[in-house]
């Protein structure tokens, strides 16, 4: 008979044993998706504060392209009234300076035409990132909800298990998966804010070149056709499309980093970036105040950038701590429980 109850002992505590690894196993699947779910709903969250900021940035650019258009349109008028011999290249010839102020015409009208363009470039980009992001977005349309509903079965996992603790562990363990999040939002920021920095560095260092453009140099004997195939204004407006891109890319990495503080760029500075650079690309090789103007623009948006990277790493760092500081809440309560 005893050899009985030892029998039917040791086979209870093998079941008891099956059965706290099947449990075991079912928790960290429920784990698993939890935290699947809950990144899902984070990024939903992101992408449509992305959408919004783009949106909101697509008008003021469709509105600053039409002004741009205006300006265009003025520019290759001056031109236009200076070659056709008119009263007012009249008035230059009489000056003796109608050929200088042909040509500034002409290079005031090609800025304004490199202007334009990237306007409907960023447009354009902007356009293809909407779309890109609202079909990403239909892959997270459901993880609010099935977060929720995991959730209330951890709940109701835990108040079985751990009892009055449940609670407790259950907010510990959601804050974790949040940080982590939010850390994994820190990274990507950096990881675009670097390559934007060094974007911004190649504008620096075309514009220092523009210093050195002498007349004969830069205009190649008067031609504008000439200088819009000039090595340095190609090189220059590939920069500035590349630049214009990762500082967009950068503000939507910046929307939803949650973080209880604000990181943006002042989105006028940003819009005016092209404007400025152009001008100072295409300013006469003597006409430095426009180009130091241009690099006094380029130098305030990677100031704002460089503040807003020392805070990411600064954050990134107060993150890490803080989920420590979980790791070991955690790891107490449950030992103590």
Avoid at 75 to 98: I, Q, Y
Avoid at 163 to 185: H, S, W
């Amino acid at each position: 008979m005893l050899r009985g109850i030892c029998r039917m002992k040791k086979a209870e505590a093998f079941s008891m044993t099956i059965k706290r690894r099947e449990s075991d196993t079912m928790n960290q699947d429920l784990n698993a998706r939890l935290a699947q779910a809950q990144q899902g709903a984070a990024r939903l969250h992101k992408v449509d504060a992305m959408l919004k900021k783009l949106g909101e940035e697509l008008q003021e650019l469709e509105n600053h392209e039409q002004e741009l258009k205006r300006i265009l349109a003025q520019e290759m008028l001056d031109v236009e009234k200076l070659e056709s011999k008119g009263l007012s290249a009249f008035f230059h010839a009489v000056r003796g300076n109608l050929e200088e102020r042909i040509e500034k015409e002409r290079s005031e009208a090609l800025a304004a035409k490199l202007k334009y363009d990237q306007a409907g470039q960023d447009i354009k980009e902007i356009h293809a990132s909407i779309a890109k992001l609202s079909a990403e977005r239909l892959n997270y349309v459901d993880s609010p909800a099935e977060y929720r509903d995991l959730y209330a079965q951890k709940q109701q996992i835990l108040l079985e298990e751990q009892g009055a603790m449940a609670q407790e562990i259950l907010a510990l363990t959601d804050e974790k998966n949040r940080r982590r999040i939010n850390l994994k939002e820190i990274d990507e920021a950096i990881e675009v804010g670097g390559q934007v920095l060094d974007s911004l560095n190649q504008a620096l260092r075309n514009l220092s070149s523009a210093e050195g453009w002498g007349t004969w140099d830069l205009l190649g004997g008067g031609m504008i056709s000439g200088l819009a195939k000039h090595s340095h204004i190609n090189s220059a407006q590939e920069n500035i499309e590349k630049t214009q891109s990762l500082l967009r890319q950068f503000k939507t990495e910046l929307t939803d980093i949650r973080i209880g503080t604000e990181l943006s760029l002042k989105t006028e500075g940003f819009i005016k970036f092209a404007d400025f650079f152009f001008d100072g690309i295409i300013a006469d090789w003597f006409m430095q105040t426009r180009i130091t103007e241009s690099q006094a623009s380029v130098e305030n948006v990677k100031n704002q950038v460089q503040s807003i990277m020392t805070k990411l790493h600064e954050l990134k760092t107060q993150e890490r701590k803080r989920l420590d500081r979980l790791d070991v809440e955690l790891s107490e309560l449950i030992v103590k429980g």
